[in-house]
Nanobody, 120 residues
């Protein structure tokens, strides 16, 4: 079992910044994609940003130019730098990652989520 733990959420005023972190832990595994999703009250969970092992990234249109995803492969950690935050960015942010165990079995895990609240 690969576990993900997020940190860095909180309350910030509109225009402010937050940095989320997500660390993966476990034994005998490799990581391919790491990403961030968010779910606002009454809405479906949506992809915010993702990064694969090569460093290629993908962003939701709503966050392009404001959010930056990065990863530290040595630490099995993914980051989401969020700048110019807007009230509509308020949501629970979830880390997701996938990869393979060294015996070849694929895995996919979710973190428990971290609340981000942007006040107007």
């Amino acid at each position: 079992q690969v576990q993900l733990v997020e940190s860095g959420g909180g309350l910030v005023q509109a225009g402010g910044s937050l940095r989320l972190s997500c660390a993966a832990s476990g034994t005998a595994f490799s990581i391919n994609t790491m990403g961030w999703y968010r779910q606002a009250p009454g809405k479906q969970r949506e992809l915010v940003a993702a990064i694969i092992s090569s460093g290629s990234t993908n962003y939701a249109d709503s966050v392009k130019g404001r959010f930056t995803i990065s990863r530290d492969n040595a630490k099995n950690t993914v980051y989401l730098q969020m700048n110019s935050l807007k009230p509509e960015d308020t949501a629970v942010y979830y880390c997701n990652a996938d990869g393979r165990r060294l015996i070849g079995i694929p895995w996919n895990s979710w973190g428990p989520g971290t609340q981000v609240t942007v006040s107007s």
